[in-house]
Antibody
Framework: EVQLVESGGGLVQPGGSLRLSCAAS????????MYWVRQAPGKGLEWVSC????????YYADSVKGRFTISRDNARSSLYLQMNSLRAEDTALYYC???????????WGQGTLVTVSS | SYVLTQPPSVSVAPGQTATITCGGN??????VHWYQQKTGQAPVLVVY???DRPSGIPERFSGSKSGNTATLTISRVEAGDEADYFC???????????FGGGTKLTVL
């Protein structure tokens, strides 16, 4: 069974940093695109970033480019999101999602909550 | 940037058919994916590549596309279908994933 478990969320002050992790199991992690998607409280889904299997194709949403860095460790079946210069508007539930042959996100974790507040 | 437009809400009685639309410029040239998100839960993929269903998704869920609009159709709606539904495409020109604003389906 495919499982994605996010961790690393919490309360951080504006300007601070946080590193999110996503532990994957139940599939061959090293062959899939992986995604981070966030959802602010009461709002819709917002794509954050994605990374291909070999980590040589990486894309970011304009709202996080230059502040967030996505990475992965295929040996550990883990996905990461380093978040720097955090702002109040980054407050959201952050989901890790598994890609497939196309551009859909076929499986999602339960999310980890990031709150940016003083 | 590419924009996907969904109606904020759709209401339907049990047993009837719900249609949720997703509009976007030249959406016919893109593969459209649909997600269901129930309250307090993670999104679930219900339709991909315009009209394909992942395993485990009931046949009552179907997708289609015509002109600049993609449509998610839920036949014989049940109370358990009450959720938010989001469409999504990959915009190759900007190299961005794009989500629609979401549609709240209410089962009366």
């Amino acid at each position: 069974e495919v499982q994605l478990v996010e961790s690393g969320g919490g309360l951080v002050q504006p300007g601070g940093s946080l590193r999110l992790s996503c532990a994957a199991s139940g599939f061959t992690f090293s062959v899939n695109y992986m995604y981070w998607v966030r959802q602010a409280p009461g709002k819709g889904l917002e794509w954050v970033s994605c990374i291909n299997a070999d980590s040589n194709i990486i894309y970011y949403a304009d709202s996080v480019k230059g502040r967030f860095t996505i990475s992965r460790d295929n040996a550990r079946s883990s996905l990461y999101l380093q978040m720097n210069s955090l702002r109040a508007e980054d407050t959201a539930l952050y989901y890790c999602a598994k890609g497939s042959g196309g551009w859909q996100m076929e499986k999602w974790g339960q999310g980890t909550l990031v709150t940016v507040s003083s | 940037s590419y924009v996907l437009t969904q109606p904020p809400s759709v209401s339907v009685a049990p047993g009837q058919t719900a249609t949720i639309t997703c509009g976007g410029n030249n959406i016919g040239r893109k593969s459209v994916h649909w997600y269901q998100q129930k309250t307090g839960q993670a999104p679930v993929l219900v339709v991909y590549d315009d009209s394909d269903r992942p395993s485990g998704i009931p046949e009552r869920f179907s997708g289609s596309k015509s002109g600049n609009t993609a449509t998610l159709t839920i036949s014989r709606v049940e109370a358990g279908d009450e959720a938010d539904y989001f469409c999504q495409v990959w915009d190759s020109s900007s190299a961005h994933q794009v989500f629609g604003g979401g549609t709240k389906l209410t089962v009366l």
